[in-house]
């Protein structure tokens, strides 16, 4: 109970010099912060109405921001399905998934937009960079998802297909994926949309996509235009999130 | 006679556990014969019927299962493992495979390793799965899902798998203790027919004394890892009965149910 009083204590002084900390060197003097209201109101004046006529641009948009989300959706499947064996206690000894979830701990833990800069350094600008990097950074969540659906599965019949005759790739066919299917359903399609939200905004950075537009249009002051097209996103982000529920349903 | 099973002077004790669960035990089971084996919980009949089947790691003694012999650190090879049918008390069948899919996958050890891991069943595995779903009474559930059916039916379904295996020794896990009385001794009298029939050894553990002296020529009795009891079904008396449950049950404070 002491200690327990203690570090609350602790927890609080840590976060009250955070917030103190953070005040006092951030170099935003008042007046700025007052007037930065208005100054939003603004330019959300300066955004309306929005310019109807990007409607090319965000279809053009919108479905190259769509296939780099299925193409690196895709690509993280077929990373995480090896990784996702290799990550499982099930399947392989801690020698081999030790190693692996922390290869895989380490890959979740980059942003998906940093990749996606660094990938427009080394392969160039357009829809490729963005693929790479949304298959590099989904794969760090689905194999270890994979790995987890493995692992959650009841043993019983692996044992009982064992003791039939069967080797470890026919267990896992047999035994572990029929148990685990409706599990890699859900959390592929989960994926997919957070794929499908995070590479709305890869543009941004060159890496392909809608989020290109926007990037544009606010740099060159055509707020109107960049209304639009961030409607547009909202909408296809409130799509994505109905037909991923509609999908869920059906994987029980 | 020939010899279906022979276990001599095994020791086995689980990971981390004091005691050992098997205790310089020694049988001989003979073709053909039909063994019931009896004993309190933490007795140690999972442990022995899992060691028969091959599952069990860094055991003492020798076994030797249809005639070759057990390796302690190895598991036996795939077409060795089908001689050997086991069937779970829980059934472990996968629940969101139909019955015909569960029995064929009795058949993968008998089937090269290419065509196990794709599934594609011969015309003779369809044929042993076949006789197998007629023999227990299910062969109208064939398409039907496991996790639709209800437990004496599940029990069928896995006794199918064991026979579409088409095993010599048939080891059996308390294989009714989840069902009812009336459905208890259907499905006993199924699998040691069953096994009859195909000249198959059957060894089932069971809580049921009245059941195994019913479908067993001989019993087992099993106490604190060892064997206390083997004879004829005539000679298992109330008083041997009673006894093989005796110490276990008035130990008090001790749970000594098997963790499965
Ligand atoms: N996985 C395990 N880890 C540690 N100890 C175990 C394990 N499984 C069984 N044991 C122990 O081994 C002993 C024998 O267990 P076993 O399961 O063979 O008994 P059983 O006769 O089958 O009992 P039951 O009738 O409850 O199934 C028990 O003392 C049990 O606690
Ligand atoms: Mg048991």
Redesign the interface.
Known sequence: MRSRGLGSFAVGVLVAGAVVWSIVTTDVELSRLLSAGPRIADFLGRMLPPDPTVVDEIIKGGAETLRIAILGSLGAVFLSVPLGILASETMVSPAIYRPIRMLLAFIRAIPLILVAMLMVGAVGLGPLPGIIAVAFHATGMLAKFYAEAIDGV?R??I?????????P??RL???IW??M??VVARDTIFRFELNLRESLVLGIVGAGGIGFYIQTYVRSFQYDKAASVTLAVIVMVIAIEALNVALRRRFR | MSVAAQIGDVSFAHPGADLPSLDRVSLTVSQGESVALLGASGAGKTTLLTLLDGRLRDWRGRVSVLGMPLDPDNAPPRARRADTGFVFQEFALVERSTVLRNVLNGRLGRMPSLRAFVGSPSSLDLEAARIALVDCGIADLAERRVDSLSGGQRQRVAIARCLAQEPRLILADEPVSSLDPARAAEILALLTEAARARGATVLFSSHQPDLARRFSDRIVGMKGGRIVFDGGVADLGDAATSDLYRETVTVPGIDLRAVN
Do not use: M, T, V, Y
């Open positions: 009841s019983a019949p044992s009982a297909l064992e003791s039939a005759g069967a080797g790739l026919a066919r047999h035994a029929p148990q299917a409706p």
